[in-house]
């Protein structure tokens, strides 16, 4: 086991070096090789020549690429100083960017706002996957009868109906037709109550969408195992049906299971910018709407990298449960 969790331990810190550096092309060598002003893109085109000349000296826009990737990579576990343009500014590690249109670092602005994605996240996962997973082996065990017929076409409409008219609808139900909710979004610290109750409409928002395709991939996965000699095996020895669902079909249903949860947390955490759009949610995923609207570079560039490590950090705990679960994995 502990071979195992050294081989992804040093996998992932791979995969970091290859984030930063694909992440480094996306914003600084791609658009330098279109031609674009990679300066007049962090400062905004309606800057002064002096101030795009000071932010290209900033960035080191001048020196040799493997020099800027250094400092780039250097900047996110040590920190950084931009100097240039008769200024100097120092940007503490983490540093994610710093934003030369709001004069502030990149990284207090995604810890303000990564609270509010991780639990929109996290509260939907743990919905879509009770739900979900139970849906989908109910249908699994009764193929064919009325449940499995109804529990499907709900899960074919949660995956057709995009997430902003779900949440839409569920606005002008829940907020303004019943008024069961306010619909505002209340911050954990000021109260619990407010905050869970502004949370419960985006996290059924979000889970219906997940829960759908969930429940979809475990009953063709349940149904698939169901037919298996090992599962025939267990039920001729006499074990009892529930032994043989919850203790061998549920173990192998969750391997493809937890594939698609790593992807789809990791991504969330990301931020949801959909369901914290419809929800006005203060979030990572709001964070990068409104950068887009303002052009402000920096921040998309924090997100994009905050994203990416999301994805591999949902991976690497994926892996991990891999080996919990199935013994074999550890040989691989």
Known sequence: MLAYLIRRLFAAAVMLVVIVMVVFG????????????????FVGKQADPAAVEGVREKLGLGDPIYAQVWEFFKGIFAGRTYTGGGDSIHCAAPCFGYSFRSEQAVWPTLTDRFPVTLALALGAAVLWLIFGVSAGVLSALKRGSLWDRGAMVIALSGVSLPIYFTGMLALSVFVYGLDLFDGQFVPLEDSFSGWFGGMILPWVTLAFLYAAMYARITRATMLEILGEDYIRTARAKGLKEQTVIGKHAMRSTMTPLLTMLGMDLGALIGGAILT?????????GQAVLNAIKNQDLPVILGVTLITSLAVLVANLVVDILYAVIDPRVRLA
């Open 26 to 41: 996306i914003f600084f060598l791609i658009p330098k090789w279109a031609g674009v002003d990679i300066a007049l893109s």
């Open 276 to 284: 914290e759009t419809a929800f006005s949610l203060p979030g990572l």
